[in-house]
């Protein structure tokens, strides 16, 4: 389990891109002792998945809005494709000011947010108010994307990465709630088919007789008269 309690004391290598100081996290890295919040960002330098899921899992999860709503980049043109609805933007050499921009604009809309969400007992609610506040500060809708790694077939940006898939399902239906109290606006995307047993998408549609359930069925012309 990788705490983010208590972290005062170490420091990681970091990089300055103008007066932005941001933290570079190894693939085998510790995150025991280690103040994310005085950082600018944080770029992970990892080609693994699971690595870097681990990673964002342990700072999104925080109750601290300077580690969890953190600008993240990483140098992995792998990892970015991966998680690019989660990572801000690729780092390289080339995109430096670009980088300062994004991270610069994120840091200003932090600061604006005071919410203590470590009073907030319903985890659904705080992953709500999370993926809200994460798409705030990125300047974005709150806009749901195509995923093979959710069981509805669908995810959140932040929230993918913090919530299970019975977790999602409560997600989705929390802010159906919402909307309907009108603290929410929506705008219809897609329509999705779910199991009624698991609620999942992945379906597996047969062609059955009426009757006797059988899937040997005999195919025959039909005649229809419009009138």
Same mark, same amino acid.
């Given at each position: ?10 420091? @990681? !290598?970091?990089?300055?891109? /103008?007066?932005? &100081? @941001? ?13 994310? %919040? $005085? ?14 899921? $681990?990673?964002?899992? %342990? =700072?999104?999860?925080? /109750? &601290? *809005?300077?580690?969890?709503?953190? *600008? ?16 801000? !933007? =690729?780092?390289?050499?080339? &995109?430096?000011? @670009?980088?300062?921009?994004? %991270?610069?604009?994120?840091? !200003? ?6 919410? /203590? ?15 809200? $506040? ?25 929230? &993918?990465?913090? %919530? ?38 992945? =379906? ?11 899937? /040997? @069925? ?10």
């Amino acid at each position: 389990v990788m705490i983010l309690k208590n972290l005062n004391t170490e420091l @990681l !290598e970091g990089v300055r891109v /103008d007066e932005l &100081n @941001l933290c570079l996290i190894p693939d085998h890295f510790s995150f025991k002792h280690i103040n994310f %919040a $005085q950082y600018d960002g944080i770029v992970i330098q990892s080609n693994n998945s699971g690595r870097t899921k $681990q990673i964002l899992f %342990a =700072l999104r999860t925080s /109750d &601290n *809005p300077q580690i969890y709503l953190k *600008p993240i980049f990483t140098d992995s043109k792998k990892i970015f494709s991966r998680f690019k609805n989660d990572i801000d !933007e =690729l780092f390289t050499e080339r &995109n430096k000011q @670009l980088i300062h921009h994004m %991270a610069k604009k994120i840091n !200003e809309r932090i600061a604006k947010i005071s919410r /203590d969400l470590s009073k907030v007992k319903n985890v659904i609610d705080k992953f709500i108010l999370k993926g809200l $506040q994460y798409a705030y500060t990125r300047e974005n809708n709150f806009t749901p994307y195509r995923t093979r790694f959710s069981s509805i077939g669908y995810s959140y940006p932040f929230i &993918n990465l913090i %919530a299970s898939s019975e977790e999602h399902l409560e997600v989705t239906k929390r802010l159906s709630l919402l909307q309907k109290k009108s603290y929410l606006k929506k705008e219809l995307l897609d329509k999705i088919n779910l199991c009624h047993s698991c609620m999942s998408s992945y =379906l597996n549609f047969h062609e059955t007789c009426s009757k006797c359930g059988s899937i /040997d @069925l005999k195919y025959e012309n039909l005649i229809h008269h419009f009138r």
